[in-house]
């Protein structure tokens, strides 16, 4: 039975409601996006109006669509309607929509349980769950908000990849999307199509006898035009390392390939390789590999090409003095970024301007952050003013989230949000940073955003299911410079 | 099921190789340092576990240490050095989370059957499976030993000398840190006084080998 305005009014006052009225503004409770006007939380969240906060549960198997400004969830989607059997979503990047509460496309990735914090490696939960990627999209434009799944990425090119993805800006905006897997060592980049077309996909295998890395292109079967990687096909290593298994006995070729990062002006990417603590800088252009970039401090600004041999590109890697988590671009494109961890706990900042990546050198390093607190996740602000980073910290300790100032590569502000921190994504408007926090997946957990321009926590919104990742959907494609491309 | 990838590695098979010295065996801990399975949540440094991510393992003529916690298929704590004790041995460490690794035992064994002129082998788990969701740090060793029946059913392995060494990555004293690997399989031969003869590291092209 539908509710018309008149009928609910006529209806509330005959039941003696009082304040019925004020609680309809423009939009009743009745349409797709709830108008808290008259609620006593309205004033606080108001300013965020404008912002949609995607939050994959990596624990709950659903994705939610958070309107920050009411705030409410406006719909949320299931990983197991899709059949898989404990679905287990990981990492998310949103497209640009003028209008996020209308409607905008997303992209999620999910990963087998034999995961961090859920690193069941044993025989019972061996078929459980599935890598996959999914292209999806929300709906706001009727009643009733939905998220479907367009596409399964996965299964149209054959090959399925269960961490980061980041979707191309500036030279690359409206063309590609990028995946990539550190339990295969793989990157797909794809069109943005509905169906995605298959671009290039690279591998990624060390030799730890010759002390060289092999990246290679890697192509499909000619004649099904996919490649024969879906599922767990591919796999070097049942479960996505965690934080510190840098150093752990595995596939003596494995690097763990973490993410591509996107150059917000020149037509460059990079693909992360946290083992290794380096970054192989490609020319998106021609998908050539045309530089490995060495992080640590202390080691050369890049290591040599030793050969080229068809489309595998081989690097002398003869000492790996720190491993990295994540690597990238801050909004202006000035500097390449690099969160090296575990062994030296550190930022190292690259110049990125010259049309030649070999010439990219570390100018300086963000230091300070002793044994226990590993710097992982960057998130960027519109002007490039301030860059901030997640500090991830094992238990007991909490981590923290921290503002550098990209003049003095100084931090100049650090919050401790709660337990497990992860990724930080800026408001539309550039004036919030959001970040997420999962409780080692079991305890406290939440949403919080901080006001970037005076350090203060605007608001903190309970977030169960092991978050571990979230966007702010962009609202342009400028915007999405500062969201999930140049950095992860 | 398998636990493994059905993947054919096309790519090269790695290489054998002999390491004369190891900086893992040279490990010298700073007095008071806080080492990384503290409590704190530390974690080490580069000088604490070799010097960088990839250390070379322990190498030709040195003794093998097995002076460290491993545990057999009942779960009972054993002595590692009495598996190899006065034998001519192939030690292979390897990692049940890694298909490369669990293939690679098959092959081990095969070969040691045709080439490997009586060799005792001794094959060790260096990894516990997951606990988090099924009891905790306390059942680590014993679900790693449920894996480790699973693994030799599975693989229809013959080998009886199966054990399980749990290994703290982030520890320098932990297995790998010790042992100076990174990369599993890793294969020590070592002669009956438990000196090393050869080390191999990574999946080998057995068929490709002559005698051990």
Redesign the interface.
Same mark, same amino acid.
């Given at each position: 039975m539908s509710i018309n305005r008149r009928q609910f009014m006529k209806n509330a006052i005959a039941a003696g409601m009082a304040g019925t009225a004020t609680m309809l503004g423009s939009r009743s409770a009745f349409s797709a996006v709830h108008d808290p006007v008259g609620e006593a939380q309205a004033d606080l969240f108001r300013k965020f109006k404008g912002n949609v906060v995607l939050l994959p549960s990596k624990y709950g198997g659903y994705v939610q669509a958070m309107d920050l400004s009411t705030p409410e969830t406006l719909a949320w989607y299931s990983y197991g309607l899709h059949g898989i059997d404990m679905p287990i979503p990981h990492h998310i990047a949103a497209m640009p929509s003028k209008d996020p509460y209308k409607g905008f496309d997303f992209y999620q990735t999910m990963q087998p349980p034999?995961a961090p914090?859920?690193? @069941?490696?044993? =025989?019972e939960? $061996?078929?459980r769950g599935d890598f996959k990627m999914f292209k999806m999209r929300y709906d706001g434009s009727g009643k009733q908000n939905s998220i479907t799944v367009v596409n399964d990425i996965g299964e149209t090119t054959g090959m399925s990849l269960g961490v980061h993805v980041s979707i191309g800006v500036g030279e690359n905006a409206n063309k590609y999307v990028a995946f990539a897997d550190g339990q295969k060592d793989m990157v797909l980049i794809t069109d943005i199509g509905d169906n995605p077309k298959i671009v290039k996909a690279f591998r990624a295998?060390y030799? +730890?006898?010759a $002390?060289q890395l092999?990246i290679?292109h890697v192509f499909p079967d000619s004649t099904t035009g996919k490649f024969d990687?879906v599922g $767990?096909?591919? &796999?070097? *290593?049942?479960?996505e390392a965690m934080l510190? @298994? @840098? !150093? &752990? +006995?595995?596939? =003596?070729?494995?690097v763990f390939v973490d993410a591509f990062t996107w150059h917000p002006t020149l037509p460059f990417g990079a693909i992360l390789i946290r083992? !290794?603590?380096c970054c192989a800088i490609v020319d998106t252009r021609t998908w050539e590999v045309v530089s490995l970039l060495s992080t640590a401090k202390g080691s050369p600004d890049n290591f040599p090409l030793v050969k080229q041999t068809g489309f595998t590109w081989t690097f002398a890697v003869p000492?790996?003095? *720190? +491993?990295l988590h994540e690597a990238g671009f801050v909004t202006s494109g000035e500097y390449f970024v690099a969160c090296n %961890?575990? !062994?030296? %706990?550190n930022i190292a900042v690259y110049r990125s301007t010259d049309e030649n990546p070999n010439k990219w050198k570390k100018e300086t390093f963000v230091e300070g952050f002793g *044994?226990?607190y590993?710097p992982l996740h960057m998130g960027n602000v519109p002007d490039s003013r301030f860059a901030f980073f997640t500090m991830w910290? $094992?238990? +007991? %300790?909490n981590g923290y989230i921290c503002k550098v100032d990209t003049k003095t590569w100084k931090v100049v502000a650090k919050w401790d949000t709660g337990p497990d921190p992860h990724t930080c994504d800026c408001t539309v408007d550039g004036k919030y940073m959001t970040t997420v926090y999962s409780g080692h997946q079991a305890g406290q957990s939440g949403l919080v955003v901080i006001n970037i321009a005076n350090d203060k926590i605007e608001a903190r919104l309970p977030c169960p299911g092991g978050m571990h990742d979230h966007v702010v959907v962009p609202e342009s494609w400028e915007g999405l410079k500062y969201s999930r491309s140049t950095s992860v | 099921?398998k636990?493994r990838?059905?993947?054919n590695r096309a790519?090269g098979r790695? /290489?054998?190789?002999c390491v004369s010295m190891s900086a893992a065996a040279l490990l010298a801990l700073p007095a008071g340092a806080?080492l990384?399975d503290s /409590?704190?949540?530390?974690?080490?440094?580069?000088d604490q576990?070799g010097g960088?991510?990839?250390t070379d393992p322990v190498g030709v003529g040195k003794q093998l240490p097995l002076d460290f916690d491993a545990y057999d298929m009942d779960g009972k704590k054993v002595d590692l050095a009495d598996a190899i004790a006065g034998k001519r041995s192939m030690v292979v460490?390897f990692?049940?989370?890694?298909?490369?690794?669990v293939e690679e035992l098959v092959k081990i064994e095969n070969y040691a059957r045709s080439r490997g002129k009586g060799i005792n082998l001794v094959f060790v788990n260096?990894?516990t499976?997951?606990?988090? #969701?099924?009891g905790g740090p306390k059942m680590a060793v014993p679900?790693t030993v /449920?894996?480790m029946h #699973?693994i030799k059913k599975e693989q229809k392995l013959q080998t009886r000398q199966l054990f399980v060494a749990p290994?703290d990555? #982030?520890s320098p004293t932990g297995v790998?840190?010790r042992l100076g690997?990174?990369? #599993?399989p890793?294969s020590f031969v070592v002669d009956k006084n438990g000196v090393i003869e050869k080390v191999f590291?990574?999946?080998q092209d057995w068929n490709k080998k002559g005698a051990i």
């Open positions: 034999a914090y859920v690193n @069941e490696n044993s =025989p939960w $061996r078929n295998d030799d +730890p006898v $002390r092999n290679s990687y $767990r096909k591919g &796999m070097k *290593t049942s479960h510190g @298994e @840098e !150093l &752990m +006995p595995a596939d =003596p070729t494995a083992r !290794l603590g000492s790996v003095l *720190t +491993p %961890n575990v !062994l030296q %706990n *044994t226990k590993l910290a $094992r238990k +007991p %300790n | 099921m636990i990838a059905s993947e790519s790695i /290489k054998s190789i806080a990384a /409590k704190d949540g530390t974690f080490p440094t580069a576990v960088q991510v990839y460490f990692i049940s989370a890694v298909p490369v690794s260096a990894d499976v997951g606990s988090a #969701l099924q679900n /449920k894996t #699973l290994n990555a #982030l790998s840190n690997f990174r990369g #599993l890793t590291v990574g999946p």
